[in-house]
């Protein structure tokens, strides 16, 4: 389903599909070379701006496409907004589907996702499977979540974990490749806490007891430890994707055309937008600068593009996207105090920490440890928190700049015990990304 078209609008956007490993999938109708007929498309048509949006934690196709609906078809439903682009505007919107739900985080029954409670018993072999997909099938996986989810089962209420399921933690980390424990610095991928079973344990039970269903739900127990592992996991298929396949794309998409490019994340997809911006290890340049990138409910550091972290002299792993001059316009981001998502859960799964105070807009200490959807992109003179407004908001954002929006007003509408992590399709927060745009159409004329 390479183009798919959003119900009672005239519209059509293009969907291109990524492995793992930042590679285009062959198991769709254009057998993998979807990203050259969107290069020749563009090469041909010459839209003005193309919008290239990534989803976060999505659990397949469905969920993405979804997603897209939603948040393309709010764009789009602002027709003044359109108009202000100007009378020769002509968009290409893409949106990227990656390999991407953490496991335990599959929405429940009741709706959640996340920790939510209640869980059905199933049998280990069926737990098992359910959770290779997320961590692979490669080996020593199998057989290390086959221990972990047998001591659970043996032990539900257990609070230490026992010698094998320590031993199990490691084979399983070994066995993915698990690097973090490089600091809030570090890549994504790496900037976690290390390996800690026991600690990991503790904070799923600590950070289970601000959400909505206390004890850990699916990931209760001695399976605390996967969420540290699967988030990891995330992280890196999400920087693998935005700095292999899909920064060539784009790359590939300014050598055909003109048009200016504005690159939009939620959540995870704030990990994939980054990673396009700097290519690999943050050190490679596309062809020319991004016009504009949104950052909403990002699940990565506050401390990304800082450029000293806390208590440190270090710089963020981002740091080289504003140095090296990979985009030309605003970077804007939201923050809501109604995402548990990344208020409760991303700390206490990245980190081993529980950090749910929620940084206020001027504030002048922020923590080693959150996420930019609560707290924004800290750590750099250029950043300045402005409050969302509605959809007439006149926002002056600037070239070169970054804008924290506090967004709690709007993105509220609370999902489980995710909250309102995945409330990004209303039309104040659609305004706020094509305003976004606005500087580059602006400067264009200029």
């Known amino acids: 389903m390479p183009y798919q078209k959003i119900d009672g609008l005239d519209l059509t956007y293009a969907l291109i599909s990524f492995d793992e490993d930042g590679r ?78 953490p496991f335990g985080m599959e929405s429940q029954s009741n709706g ?51 010698p094998e399921v320590v031993a199990a933690y490691q084979d399983l980390a070994k066995a993915i490749g698990f690097s973090a424990g490089g600091g809030a610095g570090a890549s994504p991928d790496t900037e976690g806490a290390p390996l800690n ?12 007891s601000f959400g909505t269903s206390g004890g850990g739900g699916a990931l209760g127990g001695l399976l605390g430890g996967l969420r540290q592992l699967s988030f990891w996991t995330m992280k890196k298929r999400a920087r693998t994707v935005g700095e292999q396949g899909m920064h060539q794309f784009v790359g590939a998409l300014q050598q055909a055309c003109t048009a200016r490019i504005h690159l939009m994340g939620h959540s995870f997809g704030c990990i994939v937008v980054s990673s396009i911006l700097g290519g690999p290890n943050a050190a490679a340049k596309l062809p020319r600068p991004v016009d504009s990138a949104a950052l909403v409910q990002g699940a990565l550091s506050l401390w990304s593009y800082a450029d000293h972290i806390k208590d440190s002299t270090d710089p963020g792993y981002f740091k080289p996207v504003l140095t090296n001059g990979c985009i030309s ?3 804007v981001t939201t923050q809501s105090t109604n995402d548990l998502a990344v208020k409760i859960y991303y700390p206490a799964a990245v980190f081993l920490v529980h950090e749910s105070a929620f940084g206020a807009a001027d504030a002048v200490e922020f923590p080693l440890y959150g996420g930019v959807g609560v707290f924004g992109i800290q750590g750099t003179a250029i950043s300045q928190a402005v409050p969302m407004g509605d959809e007439k908001t006149a926002y002056d954002f600037k070239p070169g700049a970054i804008y924290n929006l506090e967004s709690s007003s709007y993105i509220k509408k609370m999902d489980g015990a995710s909250g309102a992590h995945n409330d990004i399709d209303g039309p104040q927060v659609a305004h706020a990304l094509w305003q976004a745009a606005m500087p580059a159409k602006k400067a264009a004329q200029a």
């Open 24 to 101: 285009e999938r062959t198991d769709d109708p254009q057998g993998g070379q979807f990203s050259k007929a969107l290069v020749e498309k563009a090469r041909q048509d010459r839209p003005t701006d193309i919008f290239l949006f990534s989803h976060g934690w999505k659990g397949d196709m469905t969920a993405a496409i979804d997603q897209y609906n939603r948040w393309i078809g709010a764009m789009w439903r602002l027709t003044a907004d359109r108009a202000a682009m100007g009378a020769d505007f002509k968009p290409l919107f893409i949106g990227l589907h990656w390999p991407s739900l």
């Open 329 to 331: 316009g605003p970077i």
């Open 197 to 208: 079973p026991q600690k990991a344990i503790q904070a799923n039970r600590t950070s289970a």
């Open 112 to 162: 959640t996702s996340f920790a939510a409670g209640g869980a059905p018993v199933v049998d280990i072999d069926t737990q098992v499977a359910s959770a290779l997909p997320q961590f692979g099938d490669k080996p020593g996986v199998r057989e290390a979540l086959t221990v972990i989810f047998t001591a659970q089962r043996e032990h539900p209420g257990a609070f230490t974990a026992p």
